[in-house]
């Protein structure tokens, strides 16, 4: 994912580089704290990536991170992660408003997602009904904004059928009404992908949910060391191989756009599996085989 405060040769590269890969989107994260800076209001870098939009022709998935520390209520009166929470009672019509208003701004922005992994502590801190609320709010925003707006649940990093029908379900806002697309993020093995998109589309279906599944997120590494999955340790090669098999599984069981990782990932140490699942090394954009698999996949796909 790229970020509003990333530099900004950087976004142009990522914008770029989707282009050249002949791929549709781009995952883009808003990250509201920043726009919404205590005390004024601060669209610099939303007006940026929008010209790139435009620019490279390239549809952006905006992904509304972050609530204005200064609004929020954190559950148990929690501190951490104080941007991760819902906003306190009496400013939810505040954050409503300011999604509307950045939906409103990012003009070549037509695709939104409620938030990044909100099933875990690090991605939204607060149980199902506190996301419902908090994405709920913001998915009222981007409608009255971008009525032609198609809104994305939050990509969640586990098939936990009890939460997703939660925040499917909840009783004060259900995300069932406010959204048009379902989404997991997938990884391990190919066969656990493959399994773990059926057992999504199962959850989604028990619950009433009848939209396409997206996967907003799915990668493997290519150093060898960090690549855990028998046939696919022999590094970038190996990658390339693992990409071409599994986005290939997910395409076929029904899934609506597939995420891949695009860059190798400087905000992970490199001891982690996520610094190295671009399909193009970083800051430089250099191609691995890995791109030249997507970029075949993509061609694929577009040629159906």
């Not at 992994?117 to 149980?127: H, R, S």
């Not at 619950?207 to 022999?234: C, H, I, K, M, N």
């Not at 905000?267 to 250099?286: K, L, Q």
């Amino acid at each position: 994912m790229i970020y509003l405060n990333s530099p900004p040769a950087e976004q142009e590269a990522a914008f770029a580089t989707t282009a050249a890969a002949g791929l549709r989107y781009l995952r883009m994260d808003y990250a509201l704290g920043q726009v919404y800076p205590q005390g004024r209001v601060d669209f610099s870098a939303v007006d940026r990536v929008n010209a790139l939009a435009a620019a490279y022709g390239v549809d952006v998935l905006g992904v509304v991170t972050t609530t204005p520390w200064y609004i929020t209520a954190c559950p148990g009166g929690a501190t951490d992660h104080l941007d991760r929470c819902a906003p306190a009672p009496r400013y939810r019509a505040r954050w409503r408003r300011m999604v509307a208003r950045l939906a409103q701004r990012a003009s070549n922005v037509r695709f939104w997602e409620l938030g990044n992994e909100p099933d875990i502590g690090f991605g939204f801190v607060g149980p199902p009904s506190d996301y419902a609320s908090w994405a709920g709010l913001a998915a009222e925003g981007i409608r009255a904004a971008r009525p032609d707006a198609t809104i994305v649940i939050g990509g969640f990093a586990r098939v936990d059928g009890t939460y997703i029908k939660a925040a499917l379900r909840d009783k004060k806002r259900p995300l069932i009404d406010r959204v048009d697309v379902a989404n997991i993020h997938l990884r391990g093995t190919v066969r656990g992908v493959r399994a773990a998109f059926k057992r999504t589309q199962a959850i989604y279906r028990r619950a009433g949910f009848a939209g396409p599944l997206w996967v907003t997120e799915t990668g493997y590494p290519s150093r060898p060391e960090q690549q855990t999955q028998p046939g696919y340790q022999d590094g970038p090669r190996g990658q390339a191989r693992w990409l071409r098999r599994a986005l290939r599984a997910q395409v076929d069981l029904g899934a609506g756009a597939v995420f891949v990782t695009l860059r190798d990932n400087h905000e992970f140490p490199a001891t982690s599996p996520f610094s190295s699942e671009g399909i193009v090394t970083w800051p430089d954009a250099r191609p691995k085989p890995a791109f030249r698999a997507v970029q075949r996949l993509a061609a694929t796909a577009r040629s159906r």
